[in-house]
């Protein structure tokens, strides 16, 4: 079945880098696209950019400056990285894949999700 | 960026009708999608589309609308359905979500 999984570091500290990875199974990289999204304790849900199934990606221009977002097809990840990490950069970051519909797309899976901290 | 607004809260009795609203900033057409995320929990999608329900979600859940006005429906509520539910388009880029409702039963 599918599956998405999120790891990485729990904690950062300010001005470092963020960098998370995504394994997925049940699919494959080279037919859908991942996304990464984040949300800030209890609130609502941002979209920080898309790897799409050809290996391009897409970036909310919100991060552009900093996000960087790449794969290794061979071992199903994803990875994101961020630099320049602030405290209001903490937050649960979730890697969702998207369904493709005839105009539109939407997330049909989710990771569970892994918390950043960013703090000294 | 298209920003969407929900109401952020709302409560009803067990077995009720209830429907949460979705404004846009800009039309999405109908690239509106619904998700449900109970605490603790990744979001799960309930309707894509603005009126599909995905599959494996329970026919009591329904959505509609098109351009800027969207609706999702609950008919009729059960105990499990407490969460918040989000709103999300993806038409415009940035895709944006709306705030969240907070759906609790009486």
């Known amino acids: 079945q599918v599956q998405l999984k999120e790891s990485g570091p729990g904690l950062v500290q300010p001005s470092q880098t963020l960098s998370l990875t995504c394994t997925v199974s049940?699919?494959?990289?080279?037919?859908?696209?991942v996304h990464w999204v984040r949300q800030h304790s209890g609130k609502s849900l941002e979209w920080m950019g898309r790897m799409w199934s050809d290996g391009d990606t897409s970036y909310n221009s919100a991060f552009t400056s900093r996000l960087s977002i790449s794969r290794d097809t061979s071992k199903s990840q994803v990875f994101l990285k961020m630099n320049s990490l602030q405290t209001e950069d903490t937050g649960t970051y979730y890697c969702a894949r998207s369904a493709e519909g005839p105009y539109y797309w939407y997330f049909d899976f989710w990771g569970p999700g892994t918390m950043v901290t960013v703090s000294s | 960026d298209t920003v969407l607004t929900q109401s952020p809260a709302l409560a009803v009795s067990p077995g009720e009708r209830v429907t949460i609203s979705c404004r846009a900033s800009e039309s999405v057409s109908t690239g509106m999608h619904w998700y449900q995320q109970k605490p603790g929990q990744q979001p799960k999608l309930l309707i894509y589309?603005?009126?599909n329900l995905e599959s494996g979600v329970p026919a009591r859940f329904s959505g509609s609308g098109s351009g800027t006005d969207f609706t999702l429906t609950i008919d009729p509520v059960e105990a499990d359905d407490t969460a918040t539910y989000f709103c999300?388009?993806?038409?415009?880029?940035?895709?944006?979500f709306g705030a969240g409702t907070k759906l609790e039963l009486k």
């Open positions: 589309g603005a009126s």
């Open positions: 049940g699919f494959s990289l080279t037919s859908y696209s």
């Open positions: 999300q388009q993806s038409w415009n880029d940035p895709y944006t």
